[in-house]
């Protein structure tokens, strides 16, 4: 009995200690503080050279310009009367006919406009946009377009006829406008017009006529803003 308590106490101790052991590296495990984890960095969407409170620099718009009237360099002159042509359309004149021959019949009132004007556009019949012509010397012809005295296509506030004294290619600036309101005045004098066209038989005239564009509405010479003839004006001369 003796050996045999000799024998169990021993084994006793050692079991003691082993869950000695076991029970301080549990309570080691639960009280050792983990390692924090790293947390992903979620990249900034705005780009590197903006931060998230600045906004964009917005460019302000361009400012609207107003185009400048066109000018020319050339000898002053006054004294100079203005007046307007215009291409007279056939559809908006009624009344009785006259025959034309070898080419149609037409209001009376448009041909008496095409032999004041010089042309006039038609607008029924089988001539239907083409352009009527008339002078004294050569009586009536067809052509496609309305033509100048030297065969060149009519151009709305550029074409001018003048008389014989004032060369072909003459550039005209408009300067002071006679009699005429001011917003007409500021209108034809914005232009360069171009001396292409004759009219008037006396040379030593200065009386330069306009070319306005095509008849558009009835009753065109009592409504049309620019139907004028102005006096004592003065152009620049190139």
């Known amino acids: 009995m003796k050996w045999f308590l000799l024998g169990i106490i021993p084994l006793a101790i050692l079991v003691i200690a082993m869950n000695s052991f076991r029970l ?29 409170l600045q906004s964009p620099t917005l460019k302000p718009s361009a400012k609207p310009t107003t185009k400048p009237s066109p000018t020319i360099s050339g000898t002053l002159s006054d004294g100079w009367r203005l ?5 007279p359309v056939e559809l908006y004149h009624g009344g009785p006919e006259e025959h034309v021959p070898d080419i149609g019949s037409f209001p009376e009132k448009f041909l008496d406009l095409v032999r004041l004007e010089g042309v006039g556009k038609i607008s029924k019949g089988p001539h239907a946009g083409r352009y009527l012509h ?44 006679g009699n005429i309101s001011k917003p007409v005045c ?23 006529d306009l070319y306005i564009g095509e008849e558009d509405r009835e009753n065109y010479l009592q409504t049309h803003p620019l139907i004028f003839a102005a006096n004592n004006a003065s152009v620049i001369l190139q």
Request: with cysteine.
């Open 83 to 87: 007046t307007v042509y215009y291409t």
């Open 134 to 177: 008339q002078t004294d010397e050569l009586g009536f012809w067809l052509t496609d377009a309305p033509l100048d005295a030297r065969g060149k296509k009519l151009v709305q506030f550029q074409t001018m006829a003048a008389p014989q004294n004032v060369n072909f290619g003459t550039k005209v600036k408009i300067q002071t406008c």
């Open 24 to 52: 301080n590296n549990s309570f080691a495990e639960k009280t050792t503080t983990p390692e924090p984890t790293e947390t992903p960095v979620v990249q900034n969407s705005v780009p590197p050279t903006m931060t998230a």
């Open 186 to 208: 500021d209108q034809i004098s914005s232009y360069v017009w171009t001396v292409s066209d004759r009219f008037g038989d006396d040379p030593s005239e200065k009386h330069f």
